[in-house]
């Protein structure tokens, strides 16, 4: 089972930053991409950004363009997100999907808390 694990939720003032990680285990392989989604109260998940695991191709959602940024982390299978400038509509929780390439079989993370107060 390949549950991605994600880290470095909180609470920051509108404007802040925060980074969030997220590691898929060590022995996962054929990644096809890893990406970032969010779910607010009483919203539907929605995309944030995503990275391909092969060329490092990245994109985002116009609401988050310019303000986040989604990279390849140092350790093996992990991604972080790098999000600035953060408004209270960010306020969600964010979670992690990781995309194989055999047959685009995906996994979810549980989640990790991001409040953003104005």
């Known amino acids: 089972q390949v549950q991605p694990v994600e880290s470095g939720g909180g609470l920051v003032q509108a404007g802040g930053s925060l980074r969030l990680s997220c590691a898929a285990p060590?022995?996962?392989?054929?990644?096809?991409?890893m990406a970032w989604y969010r779910q607010a109260p009483g919203k539907e998940r929605e995309f944030v950004a995503v990275?391909?695991?092969?060329?490092?191709?990245?994109s985002y959602a116009d609401s988050v363009k310019g303000r986040f940024t989604i990279s390849k982390g140092d350790a093996k299978n992990t991604i972080n997100l790098q999000m600035n400038s953060l408004k209270p509509e960010d306020t969600a929780i964010y979670y992690c999907?990781?995309?194989?390439?055999?047959?685009?079989?995906?996994?979810w993370g549980q989640g990790t808390q991001v409040t953003v107060s104005s």
């Open positions: 999907k990781v995309r194989r390439s055999i047959f685009y079989t995906t996994y």
């Open positions: 060590e022995q996962t392989f054929s990644i096809y991409d």
């Open positions: 990275i391909t695991w092969s060329g490092g191709a990245t």
